[in-house]
C-alpha cells in the first residue's frame, strides 16, 4: 500500500461533478465513490489536502458564503467518515489577473508544505486538468490524472515530458491502484 506525505486533490471534476463554478451547496455533490474511495486511502495512512481554484468568485458568479458553505460541507463530510483532511486551499484569482496561487502556480501547495511540514517530493497530486498535473510535475510530486471531469479532454493537452505517474478511470480506480 502506498503512503504518501500528503495527498494533495483537486477538487471539481475530482472528488464532485463540475457543472461549472458550483455557487451553492444544493448544486455540490461528491461523485458516488469519492467517500469510500478516500476511506481507503486514509487506511493505508495517508492525509489529504484539497487545493482548488475557485475564478468564479472574481467573476462574480459565486459568492464567498457561499464557498465557504460548500468548504464547511466537505470538511465534516471527511470528519464524519474519518478521513484526515489537513485543510482546503482556495485560490479565488481571475485568470487574467492571476497570482502564482493560482494552479498551475505554485503557491497554494507551498503554503501546505509550510503550514503542515510536508516534503511536497513525498506526496501526490490528483486532478482532472493540466494545470493539476503540471503543478505536481513542476514541485516533484506523483501525479494521477483521474478521467472524470475535464480528465479525458486533459489528455490530449498534458505535454509528454509531463506524463502523469497514474492514468486511471476515477478516483475510485485511482484508490485501487495505490492500495490493492
Ligand atoms: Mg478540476
Redesign the pocket.
Known sequence: MKKYDCIFL?????LNP?SGYISSLDDFIFFDFTISSLKKLAKAGNQFCIITNQSGISRGLIQKKDLDEIHTYIKSEFEKHEIPLLGIYVCTDHPEKATERRKPGPGMFLEAEMDHNLNLEKCLMI???VA?IESGEMLGMDTMLVLT??GLESMNFIPVYETPAFIVDDLSDGAKRLCP
Do not use: A, I, K, L
Not at 10 to 14: A, S
Open positions: 483537486d477538487r471539481d471534476g475530482t463540475d486532478g482532472d486538468s493539476d471531469g475535464r
